[in-house]
């Protein structure tokens, strides 16, 4: 690549020049960061080939992680960073007067994700490359992601994400590729030769045009590629109605999670999800035929993973291309099919296991919607014969039923392995939600505990943790993360906690420059940094976090003996455009803040900050800052979190309910190194099976609890009459379904805990250092390593395919 920072500096110079025409002292920070992308990519595209043609040649089993998200956040650095290239690069440019980080800020943050969803695509398609492991994902290219969020007096505005607005240097457009999608339509079956042949007649197209970005691994030679497919018209199309079919086909891939509110909406979704399963299965069938003859053993040499229920539909749309265009049985497809796919699931709550009407899905799709229906047949007729007359529970575990299709029995019939994504997790599925399921399909069900890649979340978001982390046991950790553990035997050394102190101190003075320039006020970085940081939604219960504040504040201002060691809480979500209540939440959030801000009496001793358009390279200024993690959702409802471990990874200490993967990070760093409160899950559902929870008890019962919640629509806040009058509602009038009355004093009791702790220097920074000891457990690398020999059947010592 460059052999020093001198070689590199005369190939950039030249390179900026030659493309832009222009003296190189004449070049804007756009065109530099440009050039130094185009170079960068072009870099490892020998290796991208090679990798490739590596595949090919050896025949290494390939695996597709299907996804509708893959937060990516901003790639420069990381790929640098991964190619042992960002320090050459870094002098080269100081001596062209550039500043790397500078150059940074000019990319965008991708928008092709939300939240842990997509952010954990992201971490496995690292761990896969630098893993050395076959591994590439399919998703979507949207034009405008999610939403840019602004705050305007306190409220969420949705403003489209232009992050596409000047160009993605990383990727590389494969027009060539391209493939046609069918949309409604007929389908007629006709006798052929003595086989029954279906096809699809009158559909309106659409094209499927493939965008690949290159994953680079750490330090590795291997190159795998993120595909994403963009909706372009059709040559085919009806010239009549080009101007709303051009529209209607850009639609499909320019928005994430498009408002399904409507019928409209529905469509948009469901056309986005077929799109994104066709045109992937279409484009790994052609890549798979290139090198073998027969797709009978298609699932020895492929694994198609299935992230959530968006992509649930490569179950029928693999029937459908080995039965209709390659001519197997039914039998021969459904072995094939079933032993090639496998699930994940990422939620316990029933509303978001998807469903779609099935007088939206049958028009739409006509032909897919045939073979769900063979599969459903198939599926309870097969349940009627283990279990005679058993109606409700094949109606309860039927794909087809009431009106409906749904897309988690679908994928979990149709794949070979379920994975929930932590132990309480997986327990809950097999023993609540998903129940009869693993009843019926025990061995299909195991647990794969999710993890972040330390190499963003670590080595590049905390350089200076990193560093001290380096110094003390070595380099040996950036490979395996399990060293991390090497770092307890110094957890008695005075000089290496002062050491860690005066890291975790730098990143909060520099938050806080961040918080001051986008936020205008000052917050004092020696107070504790108190962070909640994740999509708004109820169940995570960032409520719960504002109540808590303004009962501090009420005692606060009453009571002149009440004293508490300074805290800044720092919040960032977005809420979805149609969720009424959490964005409800975003205001009272911010209208807590305006006042508590502006009064002098909390001035040095209580600071709200809501850090508007929360992404992944804010989070990577935020992590290393925080000195305390919000995990607080209801127990039970947490699948797994990512964020808990991101938090982790660099010192700060969770504050939460035994939800999610806060179990086994209890088990890991032990109870005296983590702030628990609240019910368990166990009581929760015991809670919601048996009933006994009234929420009015604890309102007339708990003073602190009536003042906060009255405050909400009458004496707190001026100016403000009626508007919190949802969450008083869901409060009180819908019973408080997530617990935030029932968990409140207990949450109170641990915040005084943290108070408390925060002041014992030494006890609470042997605690930080407890905390990234055990973090390494958390590396995607070790989930991906299980995926990889437990599910996908990749051994990877070998990168051979292993029997199934």
């Not at 390179?15 to 004449?26: T, V």
């Not at 073998?292 to 699932?299: A, K, R, V």
């Not at 020895?300 to 390659?326: G, S």
């Not at 020696?526 to 501090?552: C, E, G, T, W």
Request: charged residues 25%.
């Amino acid at each position: 690549m460059f052999a020093d920072a001198a070689e590199f500096k005369r190939a950039f110079q030249n390179r900026l020049e030659m493309a832009y025409g222009k003296n190189f002292q004449y070049s804007t920070k756009r065109e530099q960061f440009h050039t130094l992308g185009t170079m960068v990519r072009e870099c490892v595209s020998a290796e991208w080939i090679r990798t490739n043609e590596s595949y090919r040649k050896t025949r290494k089993k390939q695996v597709y992680y299907l996804s509708i998200e893959f937060l990516l956040g901003k790639l420069l650095r990381q790929n640098l960073l991964n190619l042992g290239l960002e320090e050459i690069v870094s002098e080269g440019l100081a001596d062209l007067g550039i500043d790397l980080d500078e150059l940074e800020d000019q990319e965008a943050d991708a928008g092709l994700g939300n939240g842990g969803l997509g952010r954990l695509a992201a971490c496995f398609l690292d761990s896969l490359a630098s893993l050395d492991l076959p591994g590439h994902g399919y998703g979507i290219r949207y034009k405008y992601g999610l939403f840019e969020q602004k705050i305007i007096e306190g409220y969420q505005v949705e403003l489209p994400e232009q992050w596409l607005r000047h160009g993605h240097v990383w990727e590389v457009r494969k027009a060539d590729e391209s493939v046609e999608i069918p949309y409604w339509g007929k389908v007629e079956s006709s006798v052929e030769n003595g086989k029954l042949i279906f096809r699809h007649y009158d559909a309106e197209t659409v094209t499927a045009v493939p965008y690949d970005i290159p994953v680079i691994g750490y330090r590795t030679r291997t190159v795998n590629t993120l595909r994403l497919w963009t909706a372009e018209p059709s040559r085919t199309m009806d010239s009549k109605h080009i101007l709303q079919y051009k529209k209607d086909t850009e639609s499909i891939s320019e928005f994430l999670y498009p408002d399904d509110t409507h019928d409209e909406g529905k469509i948009l979704r469901l056309k986005q999800q077929y799109l994104l399963v066709a045109a992937s299965l279409k484009s790994i069938i052609l890549t798979y035929k290139k090198q073998n003859t027969s797709l009978l053993s298609l699932h020895d040499h492929v694994a198609i993973h299935i992230n959530d229920t968006h992509p649930a539909l490569a179950v029928p749309e693999l029937m459908r291309i080995l039965i209709d265009e390659e001519g197997f049985s039914w039998n021969e497809a459904w072995h094939i099919t079933r032993n090639t796919l496998s699930y994940t699931n990422h939620t316990t709550l029933s509303e978001a296991l998807e469903r779609w009407p099935t007088s939206i899905f049958q028009p739409l799709l006509p032909r897919i919607y045939m073979i769900v229906e063979e599969i459903n047949e198939r599926f309870c007729r097969d349940l009627w014969e283990r279990e005679p007359g058993s109606w409700a529970k094949i109606e309860s575990m039927a794909i087809i039923a009431n009106g409906e299709v749904r897309m988690a029995p679908l994928a979990i019939i149709g794949s070979h392995s379920v994975n929930g994504v932590a132990k309480l997790h997986t327990e809950i599925l097999k023993k609540r939600e998903m129940r009869l399921f693993a009843e019926t399909f025990p061995e299909r069900f195991n647990n794969k505990t999710n993890g972040i890649t330390h190499r963003r979340w670590l080595l590049k978001s905390n350089p200076s943790l990193s560093n001290l982390i380096t110094g003390a046991i070595g380099d040996g950790w950036i490979r395996e993360t399990e060293k991390l553990e090497e770092l307890l035997s110094f957890k008695d050394d005075a000089g290496f906690l002062q050491e860690l102190d005066r890291v975790k101190s730098a990143n909060k003075e520099r938050l806080a420059g961040i918080i001051f320039e986008r936020n205008g006020f000052s917050v004092d970085p020696s107070s504790i940094f108190d962070v909640q940081v994740k999509r708004l939604h109820a169940y995570k219960r960032q409520l719960l976090n504002v109540l808590h504040i303004m009962y501090m504040y009420n005692r606060m201002k009453e009571d002149p003996g009440y004293h508490f060691y300074p805290r800044t809480f720092i919040f960032g979500a977005k809420a979805s455009p149609g969720y009424y209540f959490a964005k409800k939440v975003i205001k009272l959030i911010n209208t807590v803040a305006e006042k508590i801000n502006r009064d002098k009496d909390a001035e040095g001793r209580l600071k709200v900050v809501f850090l508007e358009n929360y992404r992944v390279s804010l989070a990577e200024d935020i992590f290393p800052a925080s000195d305390i993690s919000e995990q607080i959702s209801t127990s039970s409802k947490e699948a797994s979190g990512t964020g808990n471990m991101k938090f982790m990874m660099n010192g700060a200490l969770t504050i939460g309910t035994l939800d999610g993967a806060n179990v086994e990070i209890t088990e890991l760093v032990g109870r005296g190194n983590i702030f628990l409160f609240g019910l368990t899950a166990e009581e929760v559902l015991s809670y919601q099976k048996y009933g006994g929870y009234h929420s009015h008890e604890y309102y007339h019962h708990d003073k602190r609890i009536r003042q906060v919640t009255d405050q909400l629509i009458n004496g707190f806040f001026p100016d403000t009459e009626n508007e919190f009058t949802a969450i008083f509602d869901s409060l009180l009038s819908h019973h408080d379904q997530y617990f935030v009355y029932r968990d409140f004093a207990s949450y109170v009791k641990a915040q005084e805990k943290v108070g408390k702790s925060f002041q014992e220097r030494e006890t609470w920074l042997k605690s930080s250092l407890v905390n990234i000891a055990k973090s390494g457990y958390f590396s995607s690398d070790r989930t991906i390593l299980e995926y990889a020999k437990e599910i996908w059947k990749i051994d990877p010592k070998t990168q051979s395919s292993l029997d199934i």
